[in-house]
């Protein structure tokens, strides 16, 4: 079975560039959840959607960054325009939740961004 | 709201030796409790969780924790600690009766070193 994919792995941007990180869930999943790992803040959740619906967005730092889900498979966080401290590693998880219940969230490989 | 605590930074251990790696939380009502390992350069990969029933639970790898409700803690733990194992164990929490929905909180991360 394929986990969940992220692309690209690695990305080297200039300052004021736009960036869009991709997802792809697993299949069957319907929560996918967008993370960013730094040394400082450790592993922040930004966004989390369930069955293509953001039903919390509260760890967005600011209205640079954006994130989508058009459709149960794809996903893509969006930094328009992109700062140096923006630089971490960008986790994508899903899982399958229903209502009154939990499951595991499977995280993909994360793409590593470098804002320069 | 629910937190979770990792108290140690680093855990070392000789190969064969048991490792203990420890976890405490703080929730509202009885919680959903999770360990992932992070390898580097890779996204974190699921160990185990607990949600009801056995208050030890056994995962992947060998590792399993045991959940004690009177200490709040879910430490994990491993009988006979590999070179391998070697890696970054995060704990994490989720409380099903908030209206944190679907989020996990996750600690800050333990690294583990296992010395030959």
């Known amino acids: 079975d394929a986990g969940v994919i992220q692309s690209p792995r690695h990305e080297v941007t200039e300052m004021g560039q736009e960036v869009t990180l991709r997802c792809k869930p697993i299949?069957?999943?319907?929560?996918l959840f967008w993370y960013r790992q730094t040394m400082m803040r450790g592993l922040e959740l930004l966004i989390y959607?369930?069955?293509?619906?953001?039903?919390?967005d509260s760890g967005m730092p600011e209205d640079r960054f954006s994130a989508k889900m058009p459709n149960a498979s794809f996903s893509t966080l969006k930094i328009q325009p992109s700062e140096p401290r923006d630089s971490a590693v960008y986790f994508c998880?899903?899982?399958?939740?229903?209502?009154?219940?939990?499951?595991?969230?499977?995280f993909g490989p994360g793409t590593r961004l470098t804002v320069l | 709201a629910q937190s979770v605590a990792q108290p140690e930074d680093q855990v070392n251990v000789a190969e064969g030796n048991p490792l203990t790696v420890k976890c405490t939380y703080s929730?509202?009502?009885?919680?959903?409790l999770f360990w992932y390992v992070q390898y580097p350069n890779r996204g974190l990969q699921f160990l185990l969780k607990y949600i009801t029933g056995d208050n030890l639970v056994k995962g992947s790898y060998g590792f399993e924790a045991e959940f004690n409700k009177s200490q709040t803690s879910f430490h994990l733990k491993k009988p006979s600690a590999l070179v391998s194992d070697s890696a970054l164990y995060f704990c994490a929490v989720r409380d099903p009766g908030k209206s944190s929905g679907d989020k996990l909180t996750f600690g800050t991360g333990t690294r583990l070193a296992v010395r030959p």
């Open positions: 998880a899903s899982s399958f939740i229903l209502a009154g219940a939990t499951d595991t969230q499977y």
């Open positions: 959607f369930n069955n293509n619906v953001p039903i919390d």
């Open positions: 929730v509202s009502g009885n919680p959903y």
């Open positions: 299949s069957g999943h319907n929560s």
